[in-house]
């Protein structure tokens, strides 16, 4: 039985220019809907034990008070004592009262969606808070004791130069936050942005900016934990490493993905579908040599690697014969052996596609 859950809560209150996910404008209505379905889906899951559990979206800190508790409802029981519960916000729907609710109920961490401290790029990418409104959420987390805090920041937008990402590092971290995600800018096609025909960052220039963002946070004494992911005080996303080290996990709700007994599911993104007849979940008819690389994939994004005896006797692979000459080609200066492990260097995530590409070449 999985020990994680992920739950995506679809609705936004505005549209960002770039988005790509599973998300709706929605009336109270179609709320309440959504609610009634959601908790029957839960049930049917039958969940015991959860040492993680991901409120993401969407936006879940939009639900109102009384629908929050009354999702929080279907997982109280079901969460270990140490557990973590992460929920996503975004700045503009922070308040008081929702932070101690969030207390009440045994939510620990928070991920807030800032993007970036200047309201010339807030207004460019389409997010309807402003950098101020983003430091007062911060703030008032803090007051209130969400000491596990992350920040989500966003590089490579249109007009954004190395400087403006260099400005927005050191606002970060003159925070006193343990954990930041930093994402550079996809075109998707189904965002505004991807309608709009609005062309990605020039190569270079996002490559100097990540190279910066890794050098300014080890500086200040963070830790390069995955491709997107730095922390210091070791608060790693646990829920997020769930999906790093091939581990199963729920997922629930419209537009979320799982993985049951090494089989990986989507649900519906249809909303009003599901609202009238559940997640219809389409199961991802993988390979054994597809899910024996996805595993490798996920885990050389993060620092700590692939665990290759477990791969093997998992997969019932022999990781040397047939990647021995990927090894030949980028164990030193990209890919290094730690505990057992095979991770990817400093060098070696920022050429991590290419070195996939070896990878998937071999099987
Ligand atoms: S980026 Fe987040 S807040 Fe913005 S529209 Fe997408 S899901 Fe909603």
Known sequence: MPRSCYVHIPFCGSICYYCGFCKRLATDDLKTKWLDQIKKEIQNKTISKLDTLYFGGGTPNLLSKEMFADLALSFSGSLTEDHEWTVECNPEYITKDQLQMFHEWGVNRLSIGVQSFQDRLLKKIGRPHNAKQALEAIDLCQKLGFDNLSIDLMYGLPDQSLDDVIQDLKIFFSLGVDHLSIYSLQIEENSIFGKQGILPCDEDLEADMFEEI???????????????????????????????????????????????????????????????RGPMPSFLSETKDERAFDAIMMSLRTQFGLDVSAWEKRYGINFFERYQKVLNHYLGTYLRWENKRLAPTEKGMEILNTILVDFLDEN
């Open 214 to 276: 890794v050098k300014l946070c080890k500086e200040h004494g963070f830790e390069h934990y995955e491709i997107s992911s730095f922390t210091r005080n070791h608060r790693y996303s646990k829920h997020n490493l769930v999906y790093w080290t091939d581990q199963d996990f729920y997922g629930i709700g419209c537009g979320a993905t799982g993985r049951e007994k090494g089989i990986l599911y989507e649900n519906t993104k249809d909303i009003n579908a599901y609202c009238i």
